[in-house]
């Protein structure tokens, strides 16, 4: 993973101020975690890693949700970073494409969350699935007007949902990062 990534890492969450108690003590929990290095990056850091996740958002103020392939639940888009990342707002954004074909996506650079959350994943390709921990940084993305979702292999459906009406069974957390998105678009 790149230093260019960590230094990111680290500054971002460094700087950012915390949009609620909850994603502030992930904040905190995350930056602990970036103590060990660059390797706190990649998912071979078995004790946990940062990852990446993007809301996003069209301007009618729906969000874009993916149900997740194998957890079975309705989230935002995101996941791990990648070695040619060079900073998590990039990851975010490149993992928001990947997952929903949408081309024409722009980041805002600073986080709308940060959430800690068990999951169990692969320390690369075709490994295992083993217990881990996310230290998962979240972005606001912004959709073009007219922007056609196309669903990617990670995910069984993409929808777009209204705030008042999120589907079911929804991951932990994503209602939190909603309220911090839509109020940047205003």
């Not at 108690?21 to 990056?41: I, S, V």
């Not at 069209?58 to 888009?77: E, I, S, Y």
């Not at 959350?117 to 320390?123: K, L, N, P, Q």
């Not at 196309?150 to 069984?156: F, L, P, V």
């Amino acid at each position: 993973m790149s230093n260019a990534l960590y230094a990111d890492a680290v500054r971002v969450l460094t700087t950012w101020t915390a949009t609620s108690d909850e994603a502030d003590l992930a904040r905190k929990q995350t930056l602990e975690l970036l103590a060990d290095g660059p390797a706190a990056m990649t998912r071979a850091h078995r004790a946990g890693h940062v990852t990446a996740s993007a809301l996003v958002v069209d301007d009618a103020g729906r969000v874009l949700l993916c149900l997740h392939g194998r957890l079975g639940m309705w989230m935002q888009l995101g996941g791990h970073c990648e070695a040619g990342d060079r900073t998590l707002a990039g990851a975010a954004l490149r993992e928001a494409t990947e997952e929903s074909g949408i081309a024409g996506l722009t980041v805002d650079p600073e986080p709308i969350d940060v959430d800690v959350h068990e999951v169990r994943c692969g320390a690369g390709e075709g490994a295992p699935a083993e217990p881990s921990v996310h230290f998962d940084v979240r972005f606001l993305v912004r959709s073009p007007a007219g922007a056609t979702e196309q669903i990617s292999a990670e995910s069984a459906d993409l929808g777009w949902f209204a705030p008042g009406t999120l589907p079911s069974p929804l991951a932990s957390g994503t209602v939190r990062q909603i309220a911090p998105a839509l109020a940047r678009l205003a």
